[in-house]
């Protein structure tokens, strides 16, 4: 005896289930679990890497589909992929209290990772540990936003933490080439960029090593492409500068 399959029903396991109601009608798509935040902090911009498939469902669980005219009634469109993106960016994420306190507990940890490893106490230069960062971020009640990417939560961690404890960005090792003739008039005007400068060598251009704030790079690098017409350069000799020793882990 064969076994018949209602063509509107779809079953799929270990999934993730957005879901959204409009129109009055609730409609759900099938995700990837680790790929929805991806998509929504812009790490991942492929929509087949997110969705198990394609389709709109009124109930994935049950693998029903949902009919055609609701969605173009719903969304002016029965364009799947366009319906796919806006139950993403605007659905909620289904997802079990437990699951949910472990997604958060290990978002945590990633934020304190990318802030020890680009941050230093700036009396000593030398980085904090993983705990110790963690422990900063619950003395500031930090709370871990589902929503954003753990990198974009770190730089905001970076700026509250600045207000409890001794913490900067490690700053980046640069050389910097200025052409001859006009290597005065530029060393004025890149000079409010530089944190340290280390060295300064003079023969036909001049080279500056320096320290300089991450954030400045991009702003410094532009400067000197336009001022000198691609004559200048800057070169990173180091990603962070920091004193190595014991403490570092």
């Not at 230093?120 to 980085?127: A, W």
């Not at 910097?176 to 944190?195: F, N, S, T």
Request: a positive charge; glycine letters at 6%; hydrophobic letters at 35%.
């Amino acid at each position: 005896m064969s076994i018949f399959t209602p063509t509107n029903q779809i079953r799929l396991t270990n999934v993730a289930v957005v879901r959204m109601k409009k129109g009055g009608k609730r409609f759900e798509i099938a995700c990837y679990k680790n790929k929805v935040v991806s998509w929504r902090s812009g790490a991942e911009k492929d929509l087949d890497e997110v969705l198990q498939t394609n389709s709109v469902f009124v109930n994935v669980s049950k693998g029903q589909v949902a009919k055609k005219e609701d969605l173009c009634k719903a969304f002016g469109t029965d364009d799947l992929n366009e319906i796919c993106k806006q139950i993403l960016a605007k659905g909620d994420l289904q997802v079990s209290d437990k699951e949910r306190q472990s997604q958060l507990e290990t978002t945590f940890r990633d934020i304190a990772t990318i802030v020890a490893e680009k941050c230093v106490n700036p009396d000593t230069k030398r980085p904090y540990t993983v705990s110790l960062i963690e422990r900063g971020m619950k003395d500031i009640h930090y709370s871990v936003k589902a929503n954003k990417s753990s990198k974009q939560q770190a730089l905001e961690v970076i700026r509250q933490l600045k207000e409890t404890m001794q913490i900067q960005r490690a700053h980046m090792k640069l050389r910097i080439l200025l052409p001859g003739k006009e290597a005065k008039r530029l060393k004025e005007k890149v000079k409010p960029l530089l944190q340290v400068v280390e060295s300064e060598d003079f023969e036909e251009n001049l080279e500056i090593v320096c320290l300089v704030d991450p954030g400045c790079y991009r702003e410094l690098g532009e400067m000197i492409r336009c001022e000198t017409k691609g004559k200048g350069s800057v070169e990173v000799i180091s990603l962070k500068d920091v004193e190595e020793g014991d403490e570092k882990l």
